[in-house]
């Protein structure tokens, strides 16, 4: 769902698929926060941050 429906507005970019680009974001979040932190980020499958 986080991958799939945003990547419809991307031309079909977003699935999690053998074979896919692998751009990849790592989110961190805790009952009652209020916002989502960034862990890490991957670019074609490698960590970048």
Not at 15 to 26: S, V, Y
Not at 27 to 47: C, D, K, M, S
């Amino acid at each position: 769902m986080a991958t799939r429906n945003p990547g419809r507005f991307l031309n079909g970019i977003g699935a999690l698929e053998i074979g896919a680009r692998a751009d990849l974001m790592l989110f961190g979040w805790h009952p009652g926060a209020t916002e989502l932190n960034v862990v890490q980020t991957y670019l074609a499958g490698e960590r970048v941050w």
